[in-house]
């Protein structure tokens, strides 16, 4: 267990034990992975997923890095904004948005048994998201610097927009005929990355934090040239740095005179 492992675990108990559904309405752990929740917040649509993907140490600090997904519901407006791929895949089997009957009677005990109800609603099923890409509803990642036990700094990175291009296009098969999903040139994914991260971010720092007594002492904004994403028809994808979009650091600072 790394200290942000636990840091996160006894301020997500306290939330629960102390707020309301105003602001947080579920959490529950991700099956099959050591560090990763789903978290369900007032107002947002989908979930959030936060889950491990790397760590370090160097002597007494530890540095945690978090992928930060978004799931977004097929009603909501920012649907239409992640590429095609990622709208098939959200629109198919590999997603749940019924608990089965079935599934319900081989679900694990949950570690918030209150989220039950809600453990595999717009979220990936189980033995699907195994196969998922690692940058596949990708908005951002959230690293968290500790010494020992104390939270020293938080970090969002982000971009302003996520822009993939397509180069020749998408076609799909519809009652044998082929319809056009994304034009020649034509922008295949358009996420704006901060706007869809600052929801979760402001609840980590504002909500989950602050149930444990921590404060940020100090904020700090960072920003450098994006980039944008081109998928070529021959050579897989292309990255150039364009600014167009920009490259964003949030940081928060837990403890005066340290930096990390």
Known sequence: MT??????????????????????????????????????LPGIAGPYELILQKWHKYADLEETTFLLKYYPAPGEAIFADFSCAEQIVRLSSCFEDQLLEDELKELPAPLFEEAVDLRYLGIPRLQSRSFFEENLFLIGTITIFMNKDELIKSALETQTSYFQYSENGLLAAKESELVELTGNDDFDRKVKGLDACHPFYDFLINTLFASVFLRAVKSEFYSTTGVISYRMKKEGYQNEYMNEVRQVELCNYYKEGIKV
Do not use: H, R
């Open 3 to 40: 200290y942000a492992d636990k840091l996160l675990n006894q301020a997500i108990l306290m939330v629960l034990e102390n707020t309301s559904q105003d602001e947080l309405e579920k959490v529950c752990p991700i099956d099959g992975e050591a560090l990763g929740w789903y978290f369900w």
